[in-house]
Nanobody, 124 residues
Framework: VQLQASGGGLVQAGGSLRLSCTAS????????VAWFRQAPGKERDYVAA???????YSADSLKSRFTISRDNAKSTVYLQMNSLRREDTAVYYC???????????????????WGQGTQVTVSS
């Protein structure tokens, strides 16, 4: 499966953005998809995931502001980000896995397929 991330940009603190991750292939519904982010000089961190069955999970520190969802008809996973802060500035990556289990959803190594990333910059 090939992934294309989009929707990033420059936004003021307190604003919102919706990222999209669109997949090629007709088996998208069988994949779990996650968002990760990487700020300059830092590791790539887990943000949120949606399993093949639609169940959603988010990093504890972000769940009050970020929401993940999927539309299998459009082969797309979304990340709605609200009340953005400067510390949310990062490159956001989507990733897909056909075999991720609940316990390893937050792990980068669970995902075999990665999109190219989309830059999110939050200004004060």
């Amino acid at each position: 499966v090939q992934l294309q991330a989009s929707g990033g940009g420059l936004v003021q603190a307190g604003g919102s953005l919706r990222l999209s991750c669109t997949a090629s292939g007709d088996t998208f519904r069988r994949y779990s998809v996650a968002w990760f982010r990487q700020a300059p000089g830092k590791e790539r961190d887990y943000v949120a995931a949606v399993r093949y069955n639609g169940a959603t999970y988010s990093a504890d520190s972000l769940k009050s502001r970020f929401t993940i969802s999927r539309d299998n008809a459009k082969s797309t996973v979304y990340l709605q980000m609200n009340s953005l802060r400067r510390e949310d500035t990062a490159v956001y990556y989507c990733a897909a896995s056909s075999s991720a289990i609940l316990s390893n959803l937050p792990s980068r190594t669970a995902y075999a397929y990665w999109g190219q990333g989309t830059q999110v910059t939050v200004s004060s």
